[in-house]
């Protein structure tokens, strides 16, 4: 075994990665503290190597092979996905293609109607290669969210409850469903800024959320967030994307699932700020009409 894979892989996963890249030697640990990925950037002879890795409860993992096997190709193509080179579901680990740039949050790219144009065109095609009905998908949702109700979690009793009579009202409904990215927001887009200080070319990262479902539940983050004090950015969204698909009744239970699975997830996993994010989104999703 590697002596820096000690630190950072299982025993399985360190006897892959000697296979797969025998003399990689590691830059950086890219892993979010509170995060069960482990994401390292490693260099070898080959090249330059994005590796991640989880745990045997971890589902990130092997939603990113998913979706490299599946339905990445389509941006990967094109240059704004990296490529998956070697993965083991078995071990929950995989070797990607490194790509180039910083990420967006943080930046002022992040205020740049440009940054949003390009992430919808991305977006568009990303959900556009494959759409078909599903008749349980909107349903299954809707449980999984009563579970994260019946959990443990910081939403306050009154607020719960509204939550639990308003999606226990909504009767399920087929819907179209397409590859989503589950996390589509500005700290999984990476950009390379031109000579104008201006984004330059978006890119996107980290589809360890990737699932079929209804296009616009990749919304969520950004009209939480970058959207909701800058109506110029969601616009330019929309102009890359295409027409807006949100049906309004569909658009405020999603959002509702969503900010419900933020919110207890986050407070699972002992993430403060983002759980807070997700009790914003609460907020903002029962006050829509």
């Not at 579970?147 to 409850?161: F, K, S, Y």
């Not at 539940?217 to 330019?236: G, H, I, T, V, Y």
Request: hydrophobic share 40%; net charge negative.
């Amino acid at each position: 075994m590697t002596s820096w894979h000690r630190e950072h892989l299982a025993e399985s996963q360190s006897a892959l990665l000697d296979t797969w890249l025998p003399d990689a030697q590691l830059g950086a640990d890219l892993s979010w503290g509170l995060a069960l990925t482990t994401v390292l950037d490693v260099s070898a002879g080959a090249g330059r190597f994005i590796v991640k890795a989880g745990s045997g409860d971890n589902h990130h993992v092997s939603r990113e092979i998913a979706a490299h096997r599946t339905a990445t190709g389509v941006l990967a193509d094109t240059g704004h996905a990296s490529r998956m080179v070697h993965c083991d579901n078995e071990a929950n680990i995989l070797v990607t293609t490194y790509l180039p740039g910083q990420l967006v949050q943080g930046t002022s790219a992040e205020a740049d109607p440009d940054t949003y144009l390009q992430a919808g065109r991305l977006l568009g095609r990303f959900h556009r290669q494959h759409v078909r009905i599903d008749d349980a998908v909107d349903a299954r949702a809707t449980c999984k969210a009563l579970a994260w109700l019946d959990g443990e979690h910081r939403i306050d009793h009154g607020t719960a409850t509204l939550l639990r009579e308003t999606l226990r009202s909504h009767l399920p409904v087929s819907v179209p469903v397409v590859p989503t990215h589950g996390d589509w927001q500005p700290r999984n887009w990476l950009f390379n800024a031109n000579d104008q200080n201006r984004p330059g070319t978006v890119r996107i990262i980290d589809f360890g959320r990737f699932e079929h479902r209804p296009a616009m539940s990749d919304f969520c983050r950004l009209a939480a967030q970058q959207w909701q004090d800058n109506p110029e950015l969601e616009a330019a969204f929309f102009d890359g994307y295409g027409a807006d698909p949100r049906d309004r009744e569909l658009w405020r239970i999603i959002q509702i699932r969503e900010a419900i699975g933020t919110a207890a997830w986050a407070y699972k996993i002992g993430d403060e700020t983002f759980e807070r994010q997700g009790h914003r989104m609460i907020a903002a999703a029962l006050a829509l009409p």
